[in-house]
Antibody
Framework: EVQLVESGGGLVQPGESLRLSCAASGFPFSAYTMNWVRQAPGKGLELISYIGSSVGTIYYADSVKGRFTISRDNAKNSLYLLMNSLTAEDTAVYYC????????????????WGQGTLVTVSS | SYDLTQPPSVSVSPGQTARITCSGDALPKKYAYWYQQRSSQAPVLVIYDDSKRPSGIPERFSGSSSGTMATLTISGAQVEDQGDYYCYSTDSSDNSWVFGGGTKLTVL
């Protein structure tokens, strides 16, 4: 059974940093691209970052580019998101999701999701 | 950036057919994916590659795509199908993978 468990969320002040973790199990973690998707309170889903299986491919949405860093440790079956210079607009539930390749190999789509971890940025 | 447009809300009575649409310029050439998100829960994939259903998803869920519009159909909608539904796809250059704005489905 695929399991993804996020941790590291909490309340931080504007300008501070936070590191999220995602522990994966039930599938060969090193073989899969992984996503971070966030959802602000009462809002929709936003793909903010993904990292390829071998770390060669990394993507950031414009909204987090230059502030967030995605990484992975395949030996520990873990995905990370380091978030710097946080603002109130970063307040959201952050989901870790496994990415499955599309049929035409044009990209990836999230197929399994964790339960999310809440990040609140407020003074 | 690329936009996928969904209606904000759809409402049906139990047993009726619910149709949720997703409009995007690249959909004639790109697959659509659909996610269900019940209240305060993580999203669940219900349709992939326009019309395929993952194991464990009830047969009443189906997907189709024609031109610039993809459609999620729930035949015989049940109260437990209530929630938010999001489509997901990419632009024609595969550079911008995005979610639609979401559609709130009410079954009552």
């Amino acid at each position: 059974e695929v399991q993804l468990v996020e941790s590291g969320g909490g309340l931080v002040q504007p300008g501070e940093s936070l590191r999220l973790s995602c522990a994966a199990s039930g599938f060969p973690f090193s073989a899969y691209t992984m996503n971070w998707v966030r959802q602000a309170p009462g809002k929709g889903l936003e793909l903010i970052s993904y990292i390829g299986s071998s770390v060669g491919t990394i993507y950031y949405a414009d909204s987090v580019k230059g502030r967030f860093t995605i990484s992975r440790d395949n030996a520990k079956n873990s995905l990370y998101l380091l978030m710097n210079s946080l603002t109130a607009e970063d307040t959201a539930v952050y989901y870790c999701a496994r990415a499955f390749p599309t049929y035409d190999s044009s990209g990836y789509y999230p197929d399994y999701w964790g339960q999310g971890t809440l990040v609140t940025v407020s003074s | 950036s690329y936009d996928l447009t969904q209606p904000p809300s759809v409402s049906v009575s139990p047993g009726q057919t619910a149709r949720i649409t997703c409009s995007g310029d690249a959909l004639p050439k790109k697959y659509a994916y659909w996610y269900q998100q019940r209240s305060s829960q993580a999203p669940v994939l219900v349709i992939y590659d326009d019309s395929k259903r993952p194991s464990g998803i009830p047969e009443r869920f189906s997907g189709s795509s024609s031109g610039t519009m993809a459609t999620l159909t729930i035949s015989g909608a049940q109260v437990e199908d209530q929630g938010d539904y999001y489509c997901y796809s990419t632009d024609s250059s595969d550079n911008s993978w995005v979610f639609g704005g979401g559609t709130k489905l009410t079954v009552l």
